[in-house]
Structure formats: structure tokens, C-alpha cells
């Protein structure tokens, strides 16, 4: 199996930094993907690690262990626009996704 | 150019009737997957299409399927509905084979309630 757990909900304030993990347990997988999706609309690409460490793009980065089995995506300067649903997904086929992480962002 | 489009957006069955979902796909795309979003669930796997060929399918009865026309655009259907179908679902479609490395670029759902 491929089983990938996330934190249910989380939230933190406007202007600092979060951290969303998603751990795993398979066999063996291609990358692992993260999507963002707002509430009623549909995942959006955020990020794609496929070697071990930090891919940075502006205030979103992920981050990939596969020896340990973990990877988490980092939010830096939340805006109040960053609430929303952060899924993690296993690149195989086909995709499998974790249940989401749901972040509120207060002022 | 334009993204992944589905329709329709939402709709209202009852039990027992049947439903047909579209997706067309970005252009250029040849690979269209198709999930099933609940809140309790999150988003399960229906069906992997390249080429017009199923090449993955998900652990859904036998109600729940689909298709892939020559110019890439997908269909779904479900038939005789139970109320437990109702959930948003979504199609994304990627560039090329399904390998677990190509983005998947995800349409807007259609939004399916079972009464």
C-alpha cells in the first residue's frame, strides 16, 4: 500500500512561516507532487520534488527525504490568500494523494 | 491557452438515474485521469486514459466509467446512483503517458448531488 498521512487542519498568522508535512510509507515512487486548492476550486501545481532536498520557487519550497520517508512544504511570509488545502501526492501511476492539510491563515 | 475544461459544473440526480461528466483537456494533452473528491475521502482515483486506452482504474464498482475520444476529450459516467456518489469530480490532464512524473493539471469539477 501507499499510505500517506497529513496533518487534518492547521493555522498560523499572517507574515510568519509554516511548515506541512506529509509522510509515506511505499515502495518505491517517481517524485512526490504538492497541490494547493482553495475551497470549490480545483488542486493547483505547486511543487515537484524528485531528488532528495529543498526545491525552492519564491515563498513556497518543498522538501523531500526519502530515506526517512517524509517531506514537507514551507510557506514563508503567509499572506491571508495562502488558506486553502495543501495536498501532497506520490508520483506514481497513477497519482496518489494524501487526504490534505486544510490552513487557515489568521490576522 | 486554455485549461481544463469540464461540464457541467454541477448537477442534481436522483437515485437510480445515470450521469455522463465531460473533460476536455488542455491542448496537446493526451492523458486524462479522472477523481472522485469527498470531504472524508479526499480525492480517489477513477481512471487513467492515454491514447484513447484505459491504462489505470481505481477501486470503483463496475457503475462508475468512462472513455477517451480520438481528440483527447474524456467522458465519465455512473449509472444507477446511490446517494454515497455524490462528491465533486474532477479530471486532470497531463502532457504525455501517465508515469508519476508529468504535472497533472486539474479542471474545475463537476459538483454531482444524489437526492
Known sequence: GQNIDQ?????????????????YQTSGFNGLFWYQQHAGEAPTFLSYNVLDGLEEKGRFSSFLSRSKG????????LQMKDSASYLCALGNTPLVFGKGTRLSVIA | KAGVTQTPRYLIKTRGQ???LSCSPISGHRSVSWYQQTPGQGLQFLFEYFSETQRNKGNFPGRFSGRQ?????SEMNVSTLELGDSALYLCASSLTVPRGTDTQ??????RLTVL
Open chain 1, 7 to 23: 496533518p487534518t487542519e492547521m493555522t498560523a498568522t499572517e507574515g510568519a512561516i509554516v511548515q506541512i508535512n506529509c509522510t
Open chain 1, 70 to 77: 517524509y517531506s514537507y512544504l514551507l510557506l514563508k511570509e
Open chain 2, 18 to 20: 445515470q450521469v455522463t
Open chain 2, 69 to 73: 475520444f480520438s481528440n483527447s476529450r
Open chain 2, 105 to 110: 493539471y486539474f479542471g474545475p469539477g463537476t
